[in-house]
C-alpha cells in the first residue's frame, strides 16, 4: 500500500475509486464504504482512501477530542484490508481555504483520476464546508466520474458515528463499542520495564505507554487479551494512574495469565473485552493484592464462561 501525505499524481490513464471521510475509529460504517470501493476497484481502478493527518476540527481549534485510533493503527488496518492507497492530506491553510470546487478539480479529477467517488450521506468538504454530496453528483458530468452515496450503517435504531462510539467508550462499555467498530477495541505499544512493583507482590505486569492522542474508556480494570509475537495471552488490564503507587503518566498494565516469559521491548496489542471497576486508590500493597486477585478470578471466569471472542473486520 502506498501511504503519503502528499496528494499523488497518478499516470495517465490510471483511473481510481476513492472514498473521502475522517475515518476516525475505522467503524463499520467506514468499512461498508471501503467495501464498495474495493468491489469497484476489482475492475481495474486504484482504490484510494482520502483523509487527513488531523481532524479538521482539531486543526481549526474547534474540538479537542482524543482519536479512537492513532493514525499508524489506522494505516495498519487500512493495509490489512488491501486498498491500495491511502492519503493522509495535511490540513494546510492552503487546502483549509480551498474551494470545494477547486476540491474536487485539483485534487480528485487532475491528481487521483477519479473514475468514481464512494461518499456517506452527510459528506462535507471544501472551504466552509460547502461542498457536500449534491455537488458531487452535480460536478459528476463536468469531470468524468460517478458518485456512489452510501446509507449510514445502524446498531440499536441509531446510525453509528464517531461520537457514538465515543459514548460509549466513556461509559466502559467495551462490548457495545465493539459491536459499534466492528473490531475489538485495542491499544499497541513496547512492553517498557515499569517499577516491577507487581513481582514483589506475586503478580508480574507487562507495562505499555500508549499515545497520548487516543483516547481511552474510564480508568480502571478490564478483561483483555494481549497479542505478542502472534501469541495471545488472556488477562486483565488496569488503565491509568496506578494511584496506589502514585504513578504520573497514563499507562495499560497487563497481568498475563500463565505466562511467565521475559517479554520487555517486544509490541503488545491489548485488546479490551470487558469493564471490571473504576480505578481506586489502596491503603497498603497489600489490600491491592488482594483485589487484583480478585479481578484476576473474575478475569479468568469471564473467559471460562466463553467470553472474549476476538472480533475482525465485518468485511
Do not use: W
Request: charged share 30%.
Amino acid at each position: 500500500m502506498i501511504s503519503t501525505t502528499v496528494v499523488p499524481q497518478f499516470e495517465e490513464g490510471q483511473k481510481s475509486v476513492i472514498t473521502l471521510g475522517k475515518f476516525d475509529g475505522l467503524h463499520r460504517g467506514h468499512q461498508k464504504l471501503i467495501h464498495r470501493v474495493l468491489e469497484i476497484g476489482k475492475d481495474g481502478y486504484q482504490t484510494v482512501i482520502f483523509t487527513f493527518d488531523v481532524s479538521p476540527l482539531v486543526k481549526l481549534g474547534k474540538s479537542n477530542l482524543k482519536s479512537l485510533l492513532t493514525n499508524e493503527e489506522r494505516a495498519e488496518m487500512i493495509e490489512e484490508l488491501g486498498v491500495d492507497c491511502l492519503v493522509e492530506c495535511p490540513f494546510t491553510d492552503e487546502v483549509i481555504h480551498m474551494e470545494a470546487e477547486d476540491f474536487i478539480k485539483e485534487f480528485l479529477v487532475n491528481r487521483l483520476h477519479a473514475a468514481c467517488i464512494v461518499v456517506g450521506t452527510d459528506f462535507r468538504f471544501g472551504h466552509e464546508r460547502r461542498g457536500d454530496v449534491r455537488m458531487l453528483e452535480d460536478m459528476a458530468g463536468k469531470y468524468g466520474y460517478t458518485v456512489e452515496i452510501i446509507e449510514k450503517e445502524r446498531y440499536e435504531n441509531r446510525e453509528i458515528s464517531s461520537t457514538y462510539i465515543r459514548e460509549e467508550l466513556e461509559k466502559g462499555n467495551m462490548e457495545t463499542v465493539s459491536q459499534l467498530l466492528g473490531y475489538t477495541f485495542f491499544t499497541k505499544g513496547e512492553i517498557v520495564r515499569g517499577r516491577q512493583l507487581g513481582r514483589t507482590i506475586g503478580i508480574p505486569t507487562t507495562n505499555i505507554i500508549p499515545s497520548t492522542k487516543k483516547k481511552f474508556p474510564p480508568n480502571g480494570v478490564y478483561v483483555t487479551k494481549s497479542i505478542i509475537d502472534g501469541s495471545v495471552y488472556q488477562g486483565i488490564t488496569n488503565v491509568g494512574y496506578k494511584p496506589t503507587v502514585k504513578e504520573n503518566f497514563l499507562g495499560v498494565e497487563t497481568y498475563l495469565f500463565d505466562c511467565d516469559a521475559d517479554l520487555y521491548g517486544k509490541e503488545s496489542e491489548v485488546l479490551f473485552f470487558h469493564f471490571l471497576r473504576h480505578e481506586k486508590k489502596f491503603g497498603s500493597m497489600e489490600l491491592l493484592k488482594e483485589q487484583l486477585l480478585k479481578d484476576n478470578e473474575m478475569g479468568r471466569e469471564y473467559f471460562r464462561l466463553g467470553y472474549g471472542q476476538i472480533k475482525n473486520f465485518i468485511l
